[in-house]
Structure formats: C-alpha cells, structure tokens
C-alpha cells in the first residue's frame, strides 16, 4: 500500500507543505491515542470553561487543541492558527509560509458515548505582509486552501485529505504508526437514498428546506417516487465520511432562530474543508444560495448553512431555494 509521503509528492505537492501535513499528523496521531485511552486515562467529561461559540468545552476538546497547537508552534512551518476553541487567531512563526485552521475534535459530545469524533483542518498560504497575530490574511474563501482534511478517530483511525488533486482516503496502520492509502481518487455516488438532517430542528428551517425534506419524507408515495433513509451522527466528520464513502446528503441549513448565526457550521474549519474533500471527489457543497468554497469569509469564526454530498441530490435540493 502506498505511503502518505509518496501520494503527496505523486499530487505534487512541495517540500514545505509535506513536512506540514506530517506535523499535523503526528499531532493528530497524540490525540488518537489519547482519546482511545478514553476514561482510563481521566480525559473525559467536560471543563469548567466555555470557549468562544459559547460551548462547553470537553477536556478532550482542550487537551487536543493544546497537542495541535504546540506541534504546529514548534514546526516553523505556520504563521498562524485559527481553531474553534481560541477566541483569536494564534500567532506563530514570522517565517511560516501557511495559516492552519482546525476543530480540534469535532463532535466531542461523542466522546461520552465512545461514538465518532475527529479533527477537521484547513491549510492556506500565508501571505508575506501578514503579521502572525493579523487575523485578516484567514479571511480568504475556502478556493485558496492549499490542503484539507479531517482525521476519524474510529473503529480504525482514517484520514481523508485533498491538496486538490483528489480525496484519498487513509488508515492509520498502528503497527508502525504510518498512514496508508486504502482508497485513492473517491468518487460520491451522484445519486442516493440516504440524508442526514438534525430533524428536530424542523420548525425553524425556511420553506426551501421545509419542502424538500418533506418531499423526502413523502418517499415512493412523493414527487421523489424513491424511499430515502435517514441517518445522524451528531459529528459532521462521522457524517460526512459516510458520504464520501457511500453517497448522501448531509444538510445543517440556516434556521430562523437567531440571524447572527446563519447556521451551525463553521466555516473556516468545519464547512471549507468539508467542502474542498467532497468537490474533489465529485460532489457538491453549497450554502443553499453558492458554493460554500467561495464565501468570502468576515471573521474567523464565521457560520455557515451546509448543504453537501451526492452531486445529483445536491443540485436536487438546491432547486427547492
Ligand atoms: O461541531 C458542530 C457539531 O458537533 C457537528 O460536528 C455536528 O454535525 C453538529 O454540531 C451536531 O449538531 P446537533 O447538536 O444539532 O446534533
Ligand atoms: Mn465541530
């Protein structure tokens, strides 16, 4: 099975952005480990603390932010970091050609549950004028990512990640603590039965949304004329690998209960990178009102609606807005 190293230099990817990525990796490979040691290692359960969006935060959020945050520091690689659990952008190396974003570790409410969680990133370029505590130069939209990914911290521990040549997926071959890939150049089924929506939320959606989830509803007896199933990990990166893996469409769609918050999702290190992975393997991401990758964002921890997966059902749903 090929190496990581030998599928980004076959995707041409430089030096640089390599030795990055591993570091990233290697931080992610601590969290991994940590977060297997589950309770016997007293890392679970939550803090006394809330971070900026106003979340509890797990000690498992805590602990993983501060691994990646010292490797990615330590590198010399990154000027800055931005990460749903910092209220600002982290300053780090003046020399550092990339900017990372990252959840480090997305739907830690799993984590009681012994249930799907992972780490989403984001890698752009840092443009030269920027100083490392200037959160402006995050402000691109998602088409300037150099690389993205999420690692899965699974049954097996599996990383999916783009430089935009392609969604590979890896495992994480414990034995020698490499990552391996075990399916290069996925493609999203363009068409499925399966949608993953937080229901309970119905009665805030707006009419497009309404409509079409009721006309999935509907099933054979519908305008859709197919039976769909429905499913709901309560972590996007669970969520999203099952799409890429075997079709669907995953929806967190802009509810009317506060304007201030256009969504759940975060852009920068949840939605944009989602986004980047599932249009390189043939899928759609859009806001409902454009493409998800080319919202210009106005602060670091921006929100989003999400509509993302099979490309079919994708532009489907779209024809409801
Ligand atoms: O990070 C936000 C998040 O936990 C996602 O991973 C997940 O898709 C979503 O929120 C779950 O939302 P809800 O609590 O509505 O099920
Ligand atoms: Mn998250």
């Not at 931080?27 to 007293?42: M, N, P, T």
């Not at 330590?74 to 990460?83: H, M, P």
């Not at 989602?274 to 393997?281: G, I, K, N, T, V």
Request: charged share 20%.
């Amino acid at each position: 099975m090929k190496r990581l190293n030998s599928q980004l230099q076959k995707d041409g990817a430089p030096l640089e952005l390599i030795l990055l990525i591993r570091t990233l990796l290697a931080g992610c490979k601590e969290i991994s480990f940590r977060v297997s040691q589950g309770a016997l290692a007293g890392v679970l359960g939550s803090t006394l603390s809330e971070n900026v969006q106003g979340e509890t935060q797990k000690k498992l959020d805590v602990i993983s932010n501060q691994i990646l945050k010292d490797i990615l520091k330590d590198s010399g690689y990154v000027k800055a970091i931005s990460s749903e659990e910092e209220d600002d952008v982290v300053p780090c190396h003046p020399d550092g050609k990339y900017l990372v974003s990252f959840d480090p570790l997305d739907g830690s409410s799993n984590t009681e549950i012994n249930s799907l969680i992972g780490t989403i990133f984001s890698i752009a370029h840092a443009p030269q004028w920027m100083e490392p505590d200037d959160p402006s130069a995050f402000l691109q939209p998602g088409t300037q990512m150099v690389a993205a990914g999420y690692v899965l911290y699974g049954p097996s521990t599996m990383l999916a990640m783009t430089t935009g040549r392609g969604t590979h997926l890896y495992t994480l071959d414990k034995t020698h603590g490499g990552f391996l890939v075990t399916q290069a150049n996925i493609q999203v089924p363009e068409d499925t039965a399966e949608f993953a929506i937080n229901a309970s939320n119905q009665r805030h959606w707006e009419e497009p949304i309404q409509n079409y989830i009721g006309d999935l509803m509907a099933g054979a007896d519908g305008p859709r004329g197919k039976d769909y199933n429905m499913r709901w990990v309560a972590a996007m990166v669970g969520d999203i690998h099952r799409v890429l893996c075997r079709g669907g469409i995953f929806m967190y769609p802009f509810d009317k209960r506060n304007p201030k918050k256009p969504g759940k999702l975060r852009l920068l290190y949840e939605a944009n990178p989602m986004a980047f992975l599932m249009e390189q393997a043939g899928g759609l991401a859009s806001t409902g009102e454009g493409r998800i990758m080319e919202v210009m964002p106005s602060e670091i921890h921006q929100r989003v609606p999400v509509l993302i997966g099979s490309k079919n059902e994708v532009a489907k749903c779209l024809e409801y807005y």
